[in-house]
């Protein structure tokens, strides 16, 4: 492990509330992967993970599920369900090409909503992103932060799994790499980055379920806590929304 990024995201991951939050939730990711009545329905489970999932990241977007399906918010959600249902198809490229799947995860949610020349592109500086959640100004320096989050996925074997997935999510639904879904993208990347490591392979858990369970405001708190500095507060969130996104896996 060489990175600067990796060596500051294990230390930040030894932090004793962070080191808590997060063995809390792999806790109980691991004790959803042990249920025999979770096993004995896999094909199930993972299914109405995806589309729970989808509802919960399109909802955090600002999108109303029941909007007609040819509207704005209809599209948000249309959008988040095509996301999802890439993810599995993404796992196995992850360690290896992180940009890749960033590019076409982007692709597939962004289609119809960004220019041809915009999709799996980050943008350029001085273009400001979509904001649903009301962040507030993003940062410039998009390619150089997707540069960094590479190199932590390459460099992660001595990272724990969970914080490299809250890494990756806070750069992209917080930074915003993208004009348009980096959202969407952060969230579905939690799940790939629990399936490309081991955590949750069979992408049981329901992240978005639980980030949603915190509340839209939390969730504005805790980006915002990362982009100023306070890593390890977001952490703790991050650890906190996997927690409960695992035992809402339970009641599907």
């Keep these: 492990m060489t990175g600067q ?51 919960d990241s399109a909802a955090m977007e600002g999108a109303d599920i029941a909007a007609a399906e040819n509207s704005p918010m209809g599209r948000v959600l249309a959008a988040a369900q095509a996301i999802t249902g890439e993810v599995p198809a993404v796992v196995d490229t992850w360690s290896s090409a992180p940009l890749q799947v960033l590019a076409r995860l982007h692709s597939v949610v962004a289609f119809e909503q960004v220019t041809s020349e915009q999709l799996g592109r980050p943008r350029p500086a001085g273009e400001a992103p979509d904001d649903p959640l009301n962040l507030g100004p993003a940062p410039d320096n998009t390619a150089l932060r997707l540069t960094l989050l590479a190199d932590l996925v390459a460099d992660s074997t001595e990272v724990p799994a969970l914080a490299v997935a809250a890494i990756a999510h806070a750069e992209l639904a917080g930074a915003r790499p993208f004009a348009w879904g980096s959202g969407l993208v952060g969230r579905a990347v939690v799940r790939v980055v629990l399936a490309a490591r081991g955590v949750d392979p069979s992408l049981f858990s329901v992240p978005e379920a639980g980030m949603m369970n915190l509340g839209r405001p939390s969730y504005v708190r805790a980006l915002r806590a990362y982009e100023g500095g306070s890593v390890d507060e977001y952490l703790v969130w991050f650890g906190q929304a996997i927690e409960l996104g695992a035992q809402r896996a339970s009641a599907l």
Excluded at 6 to 33: N, T
């Design 5 to 55: 990024l990796a060596q500051a995201v294990v230390r930040w991951s030894q932090v004793p509330e962070v080191a808590e939050s997060l063995a809390a939730a792999r806790g109980s990711i691991d004790e959803l992967l042990w249920r025999r009545d979770i096993r004995a329905a896999a094909a199930e489970v993972t299914a109405a993970s995806r589309i729970q999932g989808s509802r």
